[in-house]
């Protein structure tokens, strides 16, 4: 399972906030709650089939989120802020994730697989910054060799920073003890996911969660979503309308991946 998922604002409106029809801030339904949902509900899947993998797709732009107010309901909005705190947040699921399911035979690592051209964050898309800048293919094959890798090595609760073809033992990184947190921080991270799982058992709405459930099944989307929804099927399940160039290219690799192809 390989989540990849984000939702960013477009450059006139990158400080209001946003929800969807369950009344969630959007930024936090895509980026967040849907590698949890996704992480939770293929867990008893994935641990039949172990052993298997679970690569989140972070960055290294990744700040501490405010776990008194995850959804900005009482601070000021921003899009570029919650992108950040939110990719922390994958990387915090990540390890709370690994040490729920420890003995399940399923590997749960995160990685930022490059810059990636055509990524759009806060209304700027990465386009050229040198050498920085790398391809949607590039990043989407780095993230399915550490799927399977991790599986050959037994790598889970790790952090990846990636800028070549393969998983290498020297872009595995330090958990994250920077300042001004550390991402596998025992507290922070069952606060992060006490919330996730708070805000899951409260919606009252289920449209998006009937969608979000018609991936795990493997059923087809629409290409559009009446306005308002969180397109998370959309990034998932390779349609191109909404998902990222890293999500695209992800789900075509691992689509070739099955038919034999790769």
Known sequence: LVNNAAAPAQRDDASVRHTTVDGLLNEFQVDVWAYWYLMTRLQPTLARNAPSSVVNIASTMATKPNLDDV??????????HAYSAYKAADRMLT????????????????????????TTVSGGTFSSIGSM?????????RAADLAQNATAFGY???????STGRATVSELKPCGSRKPFSFCDPHLRQRLWAYVEEVDA???TRSDRRLAEAVVHGRRMPARFAKGHAPI??????????????????????EAAARGSH
Request: proline share 7%; hydrophobic share 45%; charged share 10%.
């Open 71 to 80: 959804q900005y309901e009482h601070t000021p909005f921003l899009s570029l």
């Open 95 to 118: 390890w709370e994730a690994a040490a729920r399911y420890n003995h399940s035979g399923v590997m749960y690592n995160a990685v930022h697989p490059g810059v990636v051209a055509g």
């Open 133 to 141: 800048v790398d391809s949607p293919a590039h990043a989407a094959a």
């Open 156 to 162: 889970t609760a790790t952090w990846w920073e990636m």
């Open 202 to 204: 409260a919606l009252t």
């Open 233 to 254: 099927p959309l990034q998932l399940s390779g349609q191109e309308d909404s998902a990222t160039p890293t999500a695209r290219a992800t789900y075509e690799f691992v």
